[in-house]
Nanobody, 118 residues
């Protein structure tokens, strides 16, 4: 059974940092591209960042470029998102998702809440 479990969310002041983790199980983690997607209150899902299966290629949405860093440890079956210089507009529920070429996201975690407040 495929499982994705996010953790690491919390409350932080503007300018602060958080590191999200996504523990994966039930599939060959290193064989799949992975992504972070967020959903702010009252808005639709927004893609944040993606990383290739080997971890050698990354992509970022413009609002988070330079501030966020996606990475993975295939030996630990874990995906990460280092978030620095957090802003009020980063408040959202953050999900990790498995991506399949030609199909899109086929499995999602339950999400972890990130709150940025003075």
């Amino acid at each position: 059974e495929v499982q994705l479990v996010e953790s690491g969310g919390g409350l932080v002041q503007p300018g602060g940092s958080l590191r999200l983790s996504c523990a994966a199980s039930g599939f060959t983690f290193g064989s799949y591209d992975m992504s972070w997607v967020r959903q702010a209150p009252g808005k639709g899902p927004e893609w944040v960042s993606s990383i290739s299966g080997a971890g050698d290629s990354t992509l970022y949405a413009d609002p988070v470029k330079v501030r966020f860093t996606i990475s993975r440890d295939n030996a630990k079956n874990t995906l990460y998102l280092q978030m620095d210089s957090l802003k009020l507009e980063d408040v959202a529920l953050y999900y990790c998702a498995r991506r399949r070429p030609g199909i899109g996201y086929d499995f999602w975690g339950q999400g972890t809440q990130v709150t940025v407040s003075p």
